[in-house]
């Protein structure tokens, strides 16, 4: 790209860094230190404001990079991503959001633990929610990365490493200084840019058409040299049974994998009630679906405009399609318009990375201090040195995040975040439900359906094409595949359910009625919620 590409992109960038920091700065002087202050924003938000966090905090560079590249390469396949998305706030909105603001106080432990045997409940939720977290900041970092390259020419491999350092640097900022308040703030400025930005990119694309949509499917199909096939299923998952079973267990993960992601549930504790809770995801559910829509029409726009074949030659796994988009719709790469647009996305998908990392790192947080610090610690340990300990994990925890978003550069960021949701799908969805709607269940039984979801999911990942065994792996040059599906959902979600099931019917510990009782009254009617 261009000197005028990089210097206005990263003014505009720099401009959202400092906005950001001035809330962070300015959220810090206001706080009283509290756990709920850190964890919760005091519960002082209004539905329509988390409603905007919580599409702030799911809209993420997989959706903006991730999803739009797949659908420029792949066509109706890459839609898949699209649908499991938005089908998953169904689940969200009718099974958990008011159950889970009811039963909880920051964390998905605090739901589980209210009736079961906290410790062992508490250790095996808190390690499932870290690991959840971990996985999705990596697809964060990667998105980073790649954006970098782009921007500055895809000849600087250390500069692409240094910008994934920096926003880990940046997100442990937001975080250990502002807690949830100021995380919740930079979600929502972040939201209103990201729907501005499609909005804007959306227009354009069905001006260059007439408004023609078929127009717009026919030229991408053109484009792209497969022809018809590219508007039909198959494509890329429909190369044999593996590919549809691929398929199967990937939309099983995006569908089932929302309602077990930490730092979507740990939203609904910022509002006052659960009938706020509800609001949210009400606000949630429109602001996505109208996203989401538009992805599809600018990734159709990148395959008929930009082409696949520019959009790999710029980055192999599709992650840089929007921005090439946006410097072809305002005029080219000389042209001011085309600089402008360019450095206009490339700032707001700067953002939407920044933004999404500091939640998740926020929620990741919490689970090790709320959950695993506070299990493990000696009872006489003062309850405040909890939020210390918050901020010291986000450290942790991002160090971790840059390790692994340098390792995994290469892999398309929605295909990553695919992983993070079977794994939170696999591990923590089972518990979850299981917790809340069936009276027999024991704390055996919720440590292995924990156990039982995760590891499996971990493992079978570590075994599958994404770590070795071909060209795109991790390891490419060595190969102990063993499990032919990239995602692991297909096998690794039955098997959370089924061992929460067996550890309950085999436990000696007979389930506690009452306990049950108490939940399932405050869960459905908010008595005794915090």
Same mark, same amino acid.
């Given at each position: 790209?261009?000197?005028?590409?990089?210097?206005?992109?990263?003014?505009?960038?720099?401009?959202?860094?400092?906005?950001?920091?001035?809330?962070?700065?300015?959220?810090?002087?206001?706080?009283?230190?509290?756990?709920?202050?850190?964890?919760?924003?005091?519960?002082?938000? $209004?539905?329509?404001?988390?409603?905007?966090?919580?599409?702030?905090?799911?809209? /993420?560079?997989? /959706?903006?990079?991730?999803?739009?590249?797949?659908?420029?390469?792949?066509?109706?396949?890459?839609?898949?991503?699209?649908?499991?998305?938005?089908?998953?706030?169904?689940?969200?909105?009718?099974?958990?959001?008011?159950?889970?603001?009811?039963?909880?106080?920051?964390?998905?432990?605090?739901?589980?633990?209210?009736?079961?045997?906290?410790?062992?409940?508490?250790?095996?939720?808190?390690?499932?929610?870290?690991?959840?977290?971990?996985?999705?900041?990596?697809?964060?970092?990667?998105?980073?990365?790649?954006?970098?390259?782009?921007?500055?020419?895809?000849? &600087?491999?250390?500069?692409?490493?240094?910008?994934?350092?920096?926003?880990?640097?940046?997100?442990?900022?937001?975080?250990?200084?502002?807690?949830?308040?100021?995380?919740?703030?930079?979600?929502?400025?972040?939201?209103?840019?990201?729907?501005?930005?499609?909005?804007?990119?959306?227009?354009?694309?069905?001006?260059?058409?007439?408004?023609?949509?078929?127009?717009?499917?026919?030229?991408?199909?053109?484009?792209?040299?497969?022809?018809?096939?590219?508007?039909? *299923?198959?494509?890329?998952?429909?190369?044999?049974?593996?590919?549809?079973?691929?398929?199967? &267990?990937?939309?099983?993960?995006?569908?089932?994998?929302?309602?077990?992601?930490?730092?979507?549930?740990?939203?609904?504790?910022?509002? *006052?009630?659960?009938?706020?809770?509800?609001?949210?995801?009400?606000?949630?559910?429109?602001?996505?679906?109208?996203?989401?829509?538009?992805?599809?029409?600018?990734?159709?726009?990148?395959?008929?405009?930009?082409?696949?074949?520019?959009?790999?030659? &710029?980055?192999?796994?599709?992650?840089?399609?929007?921005?090439?988009?946006?410097?072809?719709?305002?005029?080219?790469?000389?042209?001011?318009?085309?600089?402008?647009?360019?450095?206009?996305?490339?700032?707001?998908?700067?953002?939407?990375?920044?933004?999404?990392?500091?939640?998740?790192?926020?929620?990741?947080?919490?689970?090790?201090?709320?959950?695993?610090?506070? /299990?493990?610690?000696?009872?006489?340990?003062?309850?405040?040195?909890?939020?210390?300990?918050?901020?010291?994990?986000?450290?942790?925890?991002?160090?971790?995040?840059?390790?692994?978003?340098?390792?995994?550069?290469?892999?398309?960021?929605?295909?990553?975040?695919?992983?993070?949701?079977?794994?939170?799908?696999?591990?923590?969805?089972?518990?979850?439900?299981?917790?809340?709607?069936?009276?027999?269940?024991?704390?055996?039984?919720?440590?292995?359906?924990?156990?039982?979801?995760?590891?499996?999911?971990?493992?079978?990942?570590?075994? $599958?094409?994404?770590?070795?065994?071909?060209?795109?792996?991790?390891?490419?040059?060595?190969?102990?595949?063993?499990? *032919?599906?990239?995602?692991?959902?297909?096998?690794?979600?039955?098997?959370?359910?089924?061992?929460?099931?067996?550890?309950?019917?085999?436990?000696?510990?007979?389930?506690?009625?009452?306990?049950?009782?108490?939940?399932?009254?405050?869960?459905?009617?908010?008595?005794?919620?915090?």
């Amino acid at each position: 790209m261009t000197g005028n590409h990089q210097t206005l992109a990263l003014l505009l960038f720099s401009a959202f860094v400092a906005v950001t920091l001035a809330i962070t700065t300015w959220v810090s002087r206001n706080r009283h230190g509290s756990a709920e202050e850190f964890y919760a924003g005091g519960r002082l938000f $209004s539905p329509m404001e988390n409603g905007f966090a919580i599409s702030g905090d799911y809209m /993420s560079a997989a /959706s903006f990079l991730g999803v739009t590249g797949l659908i420029s390469l792949y066509g109706y396949d890459g839609m898949l991503y699209v649908v499991g998305f938005l089908v998953a706030w169904l689940v969200v909105l009718f099974l958990v959001a008011e159950l889970v603001r009811n039963c909880g106080r920051f964390t998905l432990a605090d739901v589980v633990a209210a009736r079961m045997s906290e410790r062992p409940v508490r250790i095996a939720v808190g390690t499932s929610s870290v690991t959840v977290s971990v996985l999705y900041l990596v697809a964060q970092m990667v998105g980073a990365g790649s954006l970098v390259a782009l921007l500055l020419g895809g000849t &600087s491999e250390a500069a692409r490493n240094w910008t994934v350092i920096g926003v880990g640097a940046l997100m442990v900022i937001y975080v250990s200084l502002g807690g949830m308040r100021a995380t919740t703030w930079i979600q929502i400025v972040k939201a209103v840019l990201l729907l501005g930005g499609a909005i804007a990119l959306t227009v354009l694309v069905l001006v260059r058409f007439h408004g023609d949509i078929n127009q717009l499917l026919r030229s991408a199909a053109q484009r792209s040299g497969h022809g018809a096939a590219f508007l039909a *299923p198959g494509l890329k998952y429909g190369g044999g049974w593996t590919a549809r079973f691929d398929f199967i &267990s990937l939309g099983l993960a995006l569908v089932l994998g929302t309602a077990g992601l930490p730092h979507i549930l740990s939203r609904f504790y910022t509002v *006052p009630t659960a009938r706020a809770a509800r609001r949210s995801v009400v606000w949630a559910v429109g602001l996505i679906g109208g996203f989401y829509l538009m992805t599809i029409v600018l990734g159709f726009g990148a395959a008929a405009i930009v082409g696949p074949d520019a959009v790999r030659g &710029s980055n192999a796994a599709g992650n840089t399609a929007v921005p090439l988009l946006a410097l072809d719709l305002g005029g080219g790469a000389n042209s001011t318009g085309g600089t402008v647009l360019f450095a206009i996305v490339a700032a707001i998908a700067f953002a939407t990375i920044l933004a999404v990392v500091a939640g998740i790192t926020l929620a990741s947080s919490a689970s090790v201090a709320h959950d695993l610090y506070a /299990s493990l610690r000696r009872r006489h340990a003062k309850p405040r040195s909890e939020v210390a300990v918050a901020r010291t994990a986000a450290v942790g925890i991002g160090v971790v995040a840059i390790a692994l978003g340098l390792l995994a550069r290469d892999l398309n960021v929605a295909f990553l975040v695919g992983l993070a949701f079977a794994v939170a799908a696999s591990a923590n969805l089972p518990v979850l439900l299981y917790s809340l709607f069936w009276r027999s269940f024991t704390t055996r039984g919720a440590v292995w359906a924990v156990y039982g979801g995760l590891v499996p999911a971990l493992v079978l990942v570590l075994l $599958s094409p994404v770590v070795s065994g071909s060209p795109e792996s991790l390891f490419p040059s060595v190969d102990f595949q063993y499990f *032919p599906l990239q995602n692991p959902g297909l096998v690794s979600i039955p098997l959370g359910f089924l061992a929460g099931w067996l550890g309950t019917v085999t436990s000696a510990e007979p389930p506690d009625e009452a306990k049950h009782a108490e939940t399932e009254v405050r869960a459905l009617t908010g008595a005794g919620a915090v």
